[in-house]
């Protein structure tokens, strides 16, 4: 069942084990890895960029420990930015504001939806007195 592929970080052709990546890149990775977890835990929710200014590990790394729930699994918290507003967050892809914010927003889509017909009228006549 194994499958040769790229390494997606040294681009070498190796045996998929389901480690994504060559056991030379593995090994390196995983001695990053290490680094980070001291890191971590002496610098209690740390953010990403911490990490990466204090380790010299590449964020991309990071972010894979991070989605792969490494973190979560040691008792770790670390922060990193929300990608709506860049307020620091510990789960998800957004903070708490964020993730509402888009809940709101879609429910608003749907409403408009609705009331597309009297949404135009109003805003015709808005331009027209704004002119
Ligand atoms: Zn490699
Ligand atoms: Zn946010």
Redesign the pocket.
């Known amino acids: 069942m194994n499958k040769l592929k790229n390494?997606?970080?040294?681009?070498?052709l190796?045996m998929e084990i389901g480690q994504g990546?060559?056991?030379?890149?593995?090994r390196k990775e995983q001695e990053m890895e290490q680094v980070v977890y001291s890191f971590v835990r002496d610098h209690d929710k740390c953010s990403i960029k911490e990490i990466v200014d204090g380790t010299g590990v590449k964020e991309k790394v990071v972010f894979r420990m991070l989605k792969a729930g490494r973190f979560i699994a040691s008792g770790l918290e670390i922060s990193y930015p929300c990608q709506g507003c860049g307020a620091p967050i510990t789960t998800g892809k957004l903070c708490a504001k964020c993730s509402k914010n888009i809940r709101n927003q879609a429910e608003r889509l749907k409403a408009e939806k609705n009331m597309k017909k009297v949404d135009r009228s109003t805003t015709m006549y808005n331009t027209t007195r704004n002119r």
């Open positions: 390494c997606s970080e040294c681009g070498r190796y990546m060559c056991q030379d890149c593995f």
